[in-house]
């Protein structure tokens, strides 16, 4: 059983669109993270949202953090081809700020 | 600046054979990790060291040990190596009271 789960599993869209992806589970966490990785590279943070009900904006992206901390979601906006890609959301576990554990991510493609 | 090093990048080993899979950072951080990546799977914690001297189980441990040799280096030892633990390894850091990882470059390991 995965802590962290997101849908969608696989999300592919035309440039332009907007897309919403999310990631939720059943623990209240103290943060979460949002990840992305592209092929052959390791994951990059992206975010880390920490208040209940927090919204952060990085460009086009924009992350919420559910009132409860049990959820959080991604909305990108006019999606662009450089956006494709491998979104991972993560938090710490087990009441520790080091076991780290992450989602099965969602696979963008953005076609042009 | 080099961040996290994994070494090898690339690997094939025949069932039941040994080997060491390598990871140094230069950040000065205190915590690692060990995940791998299966399609579909995300990233699965197999075993992380809080601070120098300390290592615990992540979700996947069965299979590996692990060695917190110092504060810079995480090696992932996979004594008898099997089909099962063909995967994509990676090597995270973190600096104590972040919640920001930083990641290898992976080691692509195939057992046959």
């Known amino acids: 059983t995965q802590l962290l789960e997101q849908s969608p599993q696989f999300l592919s869209i035309q440039e332009g669109e907007n897309l919403t992806v999310y990631c939720n589970s059943s623990?209240?966490?103290?943060?979460l993270q949002w990840y992305r990785q592209e092929p052959g590279e390791g994951p990059v943070l992206l975010v880390t949202v920490v208040t209940g009900g927090e919204v952060k904006k990085l460009k086009r992206l924009t992350f919420q953090f559910g009132d409860a901390r049990k959820d959080s979601s991604l909305h990108i906006t006019a999606a662009q081809t450089g956006d494709t890609g491998l979104y991972l959301c993560?938090?710490?576990?087990?009441?520790?700020?080091?076991?780290?554990?992450f989602g099965k991510g969602t696979l963008l493609t953005v076609n042009p | 600046n080099a961040g996290v090093t994994q070494t090898p990048k690339f690997q094939v080993l025949k069932t039941g054979q040994s080997m060491t899979l390598q990871c140094a950072q230069d950040m000065n951080h205190n915590s690692m990790y060990w995940y791998r990546q299966d399609p579909g799977m995300g990233l699965r914690l197999i075993y992380y060291s809080a601070s120098e001297g300390t290592t615990d189980k992540g979700e996947v441990p069965n299979g590996y040990n692990v060695s917190r040799l110092n504060k810079r280096e995480f090696s992932l030892r996979l004594e008898s190596a099997a089909p099962s633990q063909t995967s994509v390894y990676f090597c995270?850091?973190?600096?104590?009271?972040?919640?920001?990882?930083?990641f290898g470059q992976g080691t692509r390991l195939t057992v046959v």
């Open positions: 623990s209240v966490f103290s943060s």
């Open positions: 993560a938090g710490f576990s087990g009441g520790s700020n080091y076991k780290l554990t």
């Open positions: 995270a850091s973190k600096r104590s009271g972040n919640t920001e990882a930083f």
